[in-house]
Nanobody
C-alpha cells in the first residue's frame, strides 16, 4: 500500500502562484510515475503534469510554460509549482503515484487539495 499526503492548496488571485507538495509513503517501487491531476466542478479528472522516476515529463497543453513539476526521489515527494494562475486552473488537485514492475501497474491517489483562483 501507498499513502499520499498533499499540501499547498489555497485561494489566490489570478496571476499569482502556488506550490503543491505530495509526500508518498509505503511500498514504492524503484520505477514509478508521480503526477498531478485536477478536477474542476462538473468535469472529469484530467492530467496536469506527470514525471517518471526517470525520463521525460508530461504536461497538459493548458499549463505548459506556467507550471513546473519536480520531484525529490530521496523524499518520495513530488511538487507542482504553479505560476501565472488563471481562474480556469481552479479545481481539486490530486496527487497520483503509479508503481511499475514489468506488466504490473498499481496506482494510488491522494485525498486532493483545493486550488481556487479568483479573477
Amino acid at each position: 500500500q501507498v499513502q499520499l499526503v498533499e499540501s499547498g492548496g489555497g485561494l489566490v488571485q489570478a496571476g499569482g502562484s502556488l506550490r503543491l507538495s505530495c509526500a508518498a509513503a509505503g511500498s514504492i517501487f524503484s520505477i514509478n510515475r508521480m503526477g498531478w491531476y485536477r478536477q474542476a466542478p462538473g468535469k472529469q479528472r484530467q492530467l496536469v503534469a506527470e514525471m517518471p522516476s526517470s525520463g521525460i515529463t508530461n504536461y497538459a497543453d493548458s499549463v505548459k510554460g506556467r507550471f513546473t513539476i519536480s520531484r525529490d526521489n530521496s523524499k518520495n515527494t513530488v511538487y507542482l509549482q504553479m505560476n501565472s494562475l488563471k481562474p480556469e486552473d481552479t479545481g481539486v488537485y490530486y496527487c497520483k503515484l503509479t508503481n511499475i514492475r514489468s506488466a504490473l501497474y498499481q496506482s494510488y491517489w491522494g485525498q486532493g487539495t483545493q486550488v481556487t483562483v479568483s479573477s
